[in-house]
């Protein structure tokens, strides 16, 4: 993830990004870039807001790399409370 969910989740308290994301793909907006629709952030803030709320939280990452050590893409399905979604992120600009 861009920003451990382990902080966010009551883990440790470093800041650490673990997957390379672009700006306008981990932010909630971009001040060179425009806010793109498939944001990753959107979707951290709602899986955080139903953790908050207890609700129960399922989630698998799934990292799709080109020819360097950053991701082109990443598929995130998660489950809040059993219900299911599925978002795909294109983390290459262009």
Same mark, same amino acid.
């Given at each position: 993830?861009?920003? %451990? %969910?382990?902080? =966010?989740?009551?883990?440790?308290?470093?800041? &650490?990004?673990? /997957?390379?994301?672009?700006?306008?793909?981990? =932010?909630?907006?971009?001040?060179?870039?425009?806010?793109? !629709? !498939?944001?990753?952030?959107?979707?951290?803030?709602?899986?955080?807001? !139903?953790?908050?709320?207890? %609700?129960? /939280?399922?989630?698998?990452?799934? &990292?799709?790399?080109?020819? %360097?050590? /950053?991701?082109?893409?990443?598929?995130?399905?998660?489950?809040?409370?059993?219900?299911?979604?599925?978002? /795909?992120?294109?983390?290459?600009?262009?």
């Amino acid at each position: 993830m861009g920003i %451990s %969910s382990r902080t =966010r989740g009551g883990g440790g308290r470093e800041r &650490i990004n673990i /997957v390379g994301m672009l700006e306008e793909l981990n =932010r909630s907006g971009s001040p060179r870039y425009r806010k793109i !629709a !498939a944001n990753y952030y959107d979707m951290e803030a709602e899986i955080r807001a !139903a953790v908050n709320g207890g %609700s129960k /939280v399922d989630i698998d990452l799934y &990292i799709e790399y080109g020819d %360097s050590n /950053v991701p082109t893409e990443l598929t995130a399905q998660y489950a809040i409370d059993g219900i299911v979604e599925r978002e /795909v992120f294109t983390n290459v600009r262009g």
